[in-house]
């Protein structure tokens, strides 16, 4: 199932336009806004490398099947493992969808739920949440999951470029402890850039859709595998 990649980023940026919505944040029950949807801001793009992966594909692939051939991930497998991200997730403040014209799912973590202020320390309340967005990514292995950071634009460039390396480590870090294998996952740091806001930085609710974690989940399939491997040889 291979993609163009002018179509992959075309859908993708129609695919991000709607409404906003809010939801509830669990442990204090206030109401925050969606990052499902795009601010009125930089207006860039969810999901840090649209149609691409941290550092490349072709040999991540081969890490994460350690040589062998993959089982089809693609189709009603794909469609699975969101609707059970979603209730898995459900009432937490965390949001799944579809990204790169639907051939890739992204969870966002929610601002202030995931991580106090100025901290890269996952909060003890969302860790549970956590720990069921790992075991559907161990329950389905044939993917590549990548983990961005990014902050709103208060604050020095090198302070929020800093914060938004840790926070993505944090979460990478936290999935591998709960079982996920190391050679799937990739982090990286956006800070500040303006080409990733999804809010308007002059407002406090812009700024809460900037500040974000992204896990976004690549699957490959067995077709994947193969082009990989002969691109080793």
């Known amino acids: 199932m291979k993609r163009s990649k002018i179509l992959v980023a075309t859908l993708a940026s129609v695919s991000l336009l709607g409404v906003s919505a809010c939801v509830t944040d669990p442990n204090t029950g206030e109401q925050k806004i969606s990052r499902t949807v795009l601010g009125t801001g930089g207006g860039a793009l969810l999901g840090g490398l649209l149609g691409g992966v941290i550092g490349g594909k072709t040999g991540r692939i081969i890490g994460a099947v350690g040589g062998g051939a993959a089982g089809g991930y693609v189709g009603y497998r794909m469609d699975q493992q969101i609707k059970e991200l979603e209730e898995a997730t459900a009432g937490t403040g965390v949001d799944v969808s579809q990204v790169d014209g639907g051939e890739a799912i992204l969870v966002n973590l929610p601002d202030g739920v995931t991580f106090q202020t100025g901290s890269y320390t996952i909060n003890q309340t969302f860790r549970n949440t956590l720990d069921r967005v790992a075991q559907s990514l161990t329950q389905y292995p044939n993917s590549l999951i990548d983990v961005y950071g990014y902050t709103d634009s ?32 990739r982090s990286q740091g956006f800070g500040e850039d303006p080409r ?38």
């Open 196 to 233: 990733y806001f999804v809010g308007d930085n002059a407002t406090a609710e812009g700024r809460a859709l900037n500040r974000r974690v992204e896990i976004k989940i690549i699957p490959f399939d067995e077709q994947d595998v193969r082009e990989a491997q002969a691109a080793q040889r």
């Open 154 to 185: 208060t604050g020095s460039d090198a302070f929020n470029q800093r914060l938004s390396e840790q926070r993505a480590q944090a979460v990478a870090s936290y999935l591998t402890s709960r079982g996920v294998a190391a050679s799937r996952i």
